[in-house]
């Protein structure tokens, strides 16, 4: 049996096929099912699981679901069964986006006072670094947007909202033109490059070693790497 | 102006960069002020350099003028080079324009020591003090305690920094008086166990009030410089293990020795930096810390130097081959975690997986055990049955044969045809 989105359903002749209508109060129902068997550790890497968006990992889940409910309470610490690694191997590499996304974030100050940056990242993470940010810069209006999702979190300096930009805001937030930057953001981005070149060892060069931690395709967020 | 602050900028950051501890966990603070900034419990490394080294904080001396003359140290007085300072409102302004874009975890700020040890810590503590009080930066500080320096401002130092560091240069005393003649490392173990001791102070008074100020939270660190000095692997490591014990320090850093000099005394320039032997020094820490080695186990009097080829943990294994194969279905966490090619990680899923029947090969290798190192030393479910022993040359020449080495690699030149 495979448990398919309908966006990722593509009809196969061998097969019986069933539509599952979504009901939030089913769903509530299993979730605190989920809640009495999983400690909060458990429950967030279910929950990073299906912010993974993978095909694969909705159907981990449904299986794990399943699994959890026909055993003994601890049947998720069993790393033998294939579900259970699946959703811990999952949710380890939701968390390494999430770990990425905090710290290869580069806010540009806007004219205006505000703090942006656009982010595409590979797994749905808006929703797990929301606190980071709110707790950190928590004197500063901030704007980490989504463009390949299309939302993003704004922080008005009390509390973080959801928004949607038009296709033309987004665009003129991404470019980020002249008139619309903060008068000494060039200043900045310039005094961050030259300190990035004047901390690197030459004599250690490791480009290898570079590109693992910094994987070319984050390049595109990384002020000191522009330019590159 | 900012032509000049860039020069600064470049000029120290070049000094401070030998410096290579950059961590910024195992702060507490919180932006409770609604001020800006916070400890992240494991720390942000925000980005790499092209060495592969992490830069997590805005790392810089204050200023490289200095009144000693080390022959291993960049700022040397008599090293003909450009000196420059910062005032402290230009590294205040630094450190939070960085930290607001989220460049940065914080600030590590050192110094040469200009006219006196007190003057130069004075200067340092404005820095933080202004950050913490006037910006209301929350963020990380990693602040080097200057030797010689008067316990009062070291004191009232730590209540602003989240880590303060000091470093012992050389591991050893013999080393260091070869080097640097008007240092000891007497002078780095009196401020150590200040600090060390007004922690423990500090600790057991908030037992008894709740409203105990913050003092170095994040603990303290210290670094050695290696392969300036012909100590071996046992001497470095032996002081690491009794420096950690001693001052209950967070980190001990091994700096791999890049020739910045042409005294005699120190490798010509030009050597390559020991780039192997710091890693095997770093993996023997970890085995310390994290795997419940003893050095004396992994380093002793029969083995004073690392395994270049091989990591001390399979060297070590190859040595004791008595206490395997170890049977991963019954035995102890602290001998699974003894085993070659498995991590902690692993090892606890194994003590976690087992409750519901023995492993087989193929989970050992999805729970992530690098099983074709590992296979040599262990027994699962179904283990094929082994006619003979291998000798411990044997094994490592397979595992050898199998793995390619990260530092061959870099060290074989592509031939130029043409």
Same mark, same amino acid.
């Given at each position: 049996?495979?448990? $398919?989105? %309908?966006?990722?359903?593509?009809?196969?002749?061998?097969?019986?096929?069933?539509?599952?209508?979504?009901?939030?109060?089913?769903?509530?129902?299993?979730?605190?099912?989920?809640?009495?068997?999983?400690?909060?550790?458990?429950?967030?890497?279910?929950?990073?699981?299906?912010?993974?968006?993978?095909?694969?990992?909705?159907? %981990?889940?449904?299986?794990?679901?399943?699994?959890?409910?026909?055993?003994?309470?601890?049947?998720e610490?069993?790393?033998?069964?294939?579900?259970?690694?699946?959703?811990?191997q999952?949710?380890? $590499?939701?968390?390494?986006?999430?770990?990425?996304?905090?710290?290869?974030?580069?806010?540009?100050?806007?004219a205006?006072?505000?703090?942006?940056?656009?982010?595409?990242?590979?797994?749905?993470?808006?929703?797990?670094?929301? $606190?980071?940010?709110?707790?950190?810069?928590?004197?500063?209006?901030?704007?980490?947007?989504?463009?390949?999702?299309?939302?993003?979190?704004?922080?008005?300096?009390?509390?973080?909202?959801?928004?949607?930009?038009?296709?033309?805001?987004?665009?003129?937030?991404?470019?980020? %033109?002249?008139?619309?930057?903060?008068?000494?953001?060039?200043?900045?981005?310039?005094?961050?490059?030259?300190?990035?070149?004047?901390?690197?060892?030459?004599?250690? $060069?490791?480009?290898?070693?570079?590109?693992r931690?910094?994987p070319?395709?984050?390049?595109?967020?990384?002020?000191?790497?522009?330019?590159? | 102006?900012?032509?000049?602050?860039r020069?600064?900028?470049?000029?120290?950051?070049?000094?401070?960069?030998?410096?290579?501890?950059?961590?910024?966990?195992?702060?507490?603070?919180?932006?409770?002020?609604?001020?800006?900034?916070?400890?992240?419990?494991?720390?942000?490394?925000?980005?790499?350099?092209?060495?592969?080294?992490?830069?997590?904080?805005?790392?810089?001396?204050?200023?490289?003028?200095c009144?000693?003359?080390?022959?291993?140290?960049?700022?040397?007085?008599?090293?003909?080079?450009?000196?420059?300072?910062?005032?402290?409102?230009?590294?205040?302004?630094?450190?939070?324009?960085?930290?607001?874009?989220?460049?940065?975890?914080?600030?590590?700020?050192?110094?040469?020591?200009?006219?006196?040890?007190?003057?130069?810590?004075?200067?340092?503590?404005?820095?933080?003090?202004?950050?913490?009080?006037?910006?209301?930066?929350?963020?990380?500080?990693?602040?080097?305690?200057?030797?010689?320096?008067?316990?009062d401002?070291?004191?009232e130092?730590?209540?602003?920094?989240?880590?303060?560091?000091?470093?012992?240069?050389?591991?050893?005393?013999? /080393?260091l008086?070869?080097?640097?003649?008007?240092?000891?490392?007497?002078?780095?173990?009196?401020?150590?166990?200040?600090?060390?001791?007004?922690?423990?102070?500090?600790?057991?008074?908030?037992?008894?009030?709740?409203?105990?100020?913050?003092?170095?939270?994040?603990?303290?660190?210290?670094?050695?410089?290696?392969g300036?000095?012909?100590?071996?692997?046992?001497?470095?490591?032996?002081?690491?293990a009794?420096?950690?014990?001693?001052?209950?320090?967070?980190?001990?850093?091994?700096?791999?020795?890049?020739?910045?000099?042409?005294?005699?005394?120190?490798?010509?320039? /030009?050597?390559?930096?020991?780039?192997?032997?710091?890693?095997?020094l770093?993996?023997?820490?970890?085995?310390?810390?994290?795997y419940?080695?003893?050095?004396n186990? !992994?380093?002793?009097?029969?083995?004073?130097h690392?395994?270049?080829?091989?990591?001390?943990?399979?060297?070590?294994?190859?040595?004791?081959?008595?206490?395997?194969?170890?049977?991963?279905?019954?035995?102890?966490?602290?001998?699974?975690?003894?085993?070659?090619?498995?991590?902690?990680?692993?090892?606890?899923?194994?003590?976690?997986?087992?409750?519901? /029947?023995?492993?087989r090969?193929?989970?050992?290798?999805?729970?992530?055990?690098?099983?074709?190192?590992?296979?040599f030393?262990?027994?699962?479910?179904?283990?094929?049955?082994? !006619?003979?022993?291998?000798?411990?040359?044997?094994?490592?020449?397979?595992?050898?044969?199998?793995?390619?080495?990260?530092?061959?690699?870099?060290?074989?030149?592509?031939?130029?045809?043409?």
């Open positions: 049996m495979l448990l $398919k989105l %309908s966006k990722n359903f593509e009809p196969d002749a061998f097969e019986e096929l069933l539509f599952v209508h979504n009901d939030p109060a089913k769903a509530d129902r299993v979730w605190k099912g989920l809640q009495k068997k999983l400690d909060g550790k458990w429950m967030r890497m279910f929950y990073c699981t299906f912010l993974s968006e993978q095909p694969e990992a909705y159907v %981990s889940l449904f299986e794990f679901t399943c699994y959890l409910f026909l055993n003994e309470k601890g049947a610490q069993n790393y033998g069964n294939e579900h259970v690694l699946a959703i811990a999952t949710a380890r $590499k939701v968390e390494r986006e999430k770990h990425r996304m905090e710290a290869f974030i580069r806010f540009k100050h806007a205006d006072g505000m703090f942006y940056c656009g982010i595409d990242p590979d797994f749905n993470v808006i929703p797990l670094i929301m $606190k980071h940010f709110k707790d950190r810069y928590a004197d500063q209006k901030w704007l980490i947007y989504d463009l390949k999702r299309h939302y993003g979190i704004f922080y008005d300096l009390e509390n973080v909202e959801e928004v949607y930009l038009t296709e033309e805001d987004q665009q003129r937030l991404n470019g980020l %033109s002249k008139e619309l930057v903060a008068e000494k953001e060039g200043m900045y981005a310039d005094l961050w490059v030259n300190y990035f070149k004047s901390t690197n060892i030459v004599a250690r $060069k490791n480009m290898k070693l570079h590109t931690h910094v070319k395709r984050y390049w595109k967020y990384l002020t000191e790497k522009q330019g590159n | 102006m900012s032509e000049r602050i020069e600064k900028l470049n000029i120290l950051a070049d000094a401070a960069k030998y410096d290579v501890s950059c961590s910024s966990s195992g702060g507490t603070r919180k932006n409770d002020n609604k001020g800006i900034g916070n400890s992240h419990t494991s720390g942000i490394c925000h980005t790499y350099t092209e060495d592969g080294r992490c830069v997590s904080l805005l790392k810089i001396l204050l200023t490289n003028h009144i000693f003359d080390c022959a291993f140290c960049v700022s040397r007085k008599s090293n003909d080079i450009e000196r420059a300072a910062f005032t402290v409102e230009e590294v205040v302004s630094l450190t939070m324009n960085f930290y607001r874009r989220n460049y940065i975890e914080g600030l590590f700020l050192s110094s040469g020591i200009f006219k006196n040890a007190d003057f130069t810590m004075e200067r340092l503590l404005r820095v933080v003090k202004k950050l913490r009080l006037e910006e209301r930066f929350n963020g990380y500080i990693h602040l080097k305690t200057i030797p010689g320096a008067s316990e401002m070291i004191m130092a730590g209540l602003y920094a989240d880590r303060m560091s000091i470093n012992l240069e050389m591991p050893t005393e013999s /080393g008086k070869l080097l640097a003649p008007e240092k000891s490392h007497g002078d780095v173990i009196k401020p150590l166990g200040f600090v060390q001791n007004q922690i423990i102070r500090l600790k057991d008074e908030k037992k008894l009030i709740k409203s105990v100020p913050k003092f170095v939270p994040a603990g303290q660190s210290t670094q050695m410089v290696i300036a000095t012909p100590e071996t692997d046992k001497e470095i490591m032996q002081t690491a009794s420096f950690y014990k001693d001052f209950s320090l967070k980190r001990v850093y091994y700096s791999g020795y890049i020739p910045i000099s042409n005294d005699n005394r120190l490798p010509m320039i /030009g050597t390559q930096p020991p780039l192997i032997r710091e890693n095997r770093y993996q023997t820490d970890w085995l310390m810390r994290f419940g080695f003893h050095v186990e !992994l380093l002793n009097d029969a083995n004073p690392l395994d270049i080829d091989i990591d001390p943990k399979l060297s070590w294994a190859l040595r004791n081959l008595q206490f395997f194969p170890v049977d991963i279905n019954v035995a102890a966490y602290k001998m699974i975690l003894r085993i070659p090619g498995i991590g902690v990680t692993s090892a606890q899923k194994i003590i976690q997986a087992r409750k519901f /029947g023995k492993l090969i193929d989970q050992l290798k999805k729970i992530g055990v690098a099983y074709n190192r590992a296979k030393f262990i027994k699962c479910a179904d283990t094929p049955y082994q !006619l003979k022993d291998y000798q411990n040359t044997q094994i490592k020449s397979f595992i050898l044969a199998d793995s390619q080495s990260k530092y061959i690699k870099n060290d074989v030149q592509q031939l130029v045809m043409f």
